[in-house]
């Protein structure tokens, strides 16, 4: 007869991987924390969400969004229940997506230095268009000033990059560039995305650690950017680096799992296609 430790020991060492994402949901389905639990899923990951706020396209309005946050008091149950649930030998590696607020920033900060996360992936959401331009400004400051220091692992798109980076980037050399500056503002490891922003037959992104400088490299599909591919990819590193994986490894399998769901995409009456998460399958 099996004991009740020795069973103990065997799902012990079953149980998944597990990572957490700190993130908005987005009604669609297609970006957020719906996004980011599928990744895990597909990955092999048990994942966790803590959601930060409520983002529906509003199909009345040219699909706008709408954004309405979530009591900071939520969000601090939400992660206290999180870390209660699972100590940090079994949930060490957590992604930041949309906050949305310096409030949120604030509650979220201070969430990271009482748990000392091993890896923390910043997917660097700096603008919502539901927000006013000023409540805007001052959430891109608060989360440069409070989360990016916490960071292990940044994942800037485009507009992002350009934003921390300080520099315009309409080349290759200049993406390089962008990922340097962001390491040294952050001591984090970079993947800073051109996707199919720059100009040529490739989406390109650039991964920088302050000692490897690596182009990922894959062919465009489509002109156009689907949605849910940078919530994705930062999702694919963080279930990739739960796993154990180095964060230069991380990041060649989320390129290409982002890839495979970029060409499986999904339609809608919506003006833009999501990404699925299943077409590497």
Not at 161 to 178: H, N, P, Q
Not at 219 to 233: I, N, R, T, Y
């Amino acid at each position: 007869m099996t004991s009740a430790v020795s069973l103990h020991a065997v799902r012990s060492a079953q149980s998944p991987a597990i990572a957490l994402t700190i993130a908005g949901s987005e009604a669609t389905g297609g970006a957020g924390a719906q996004a980011d639990l599928k990744t895990f899923q597909e990955l092999g990951v048990f994942g966790v969400a803590n959601l930060t706020c409520i983002v529906s396209f509003d199909p009345q309005d040219n699909w706008n969004h709408r954004f309405v946050p979530v009591d900071q008091q939520v969000i601090s149950e939400q992660l206290e229940a999180t870390t209660a649930a699972y100590g940090p030998e079994a949930l060490d590696t957590v992604k930041i997506g949309m906050l949305g607020s310096p409030a949120t920033i604030a509650t979220v900060e201070s969430a990271l230095a009482e748990r000392q996360f091993a890896n923390v992936v910043l997917d660097p959401v700096l603008i919502c268009k539901g927000q006013e331009p000023g409540h805007a400004l001052d959430t891109d400051q608060a989360l440069k000033a409070k989360i990016l220091p916490l960071a292990t692992f940044v994942t800037p798109n485009h507009f992002e990059a350009e934003s921390l980076s300080g520099l315009s980037i309409t080349t290759l050399e200049e993406l390089k560039a962008a990922a340097v500056r962001i390491h040294a503002l952050s001591g984090a490891a970079v993947l800073a995305k051109g996707g199919v922003r720059l100009e040529g037959p490739d989406a390109v992104d650039v991964y920088y650690d302050g000692g490897t400088l690596e182009v990922l490299s894959a062919p465009k599909v489509g002109e156009v950017a689907v949605s849910g591919a940078g919530c994705s990819l930062a999702a694919a590193i963080t279930a990739e680096l739960a796993k154990g994986a180095a964060p230069l490894e991380a990041a060649k399998t989320a390129k290409a799992f982002v890839t495979a769901g970029i060409e499986a995409r999904v339609s809608s009456n919506a003006p833009f296609d999501a990404l699925w998460q299943g077409g590497a399958r």
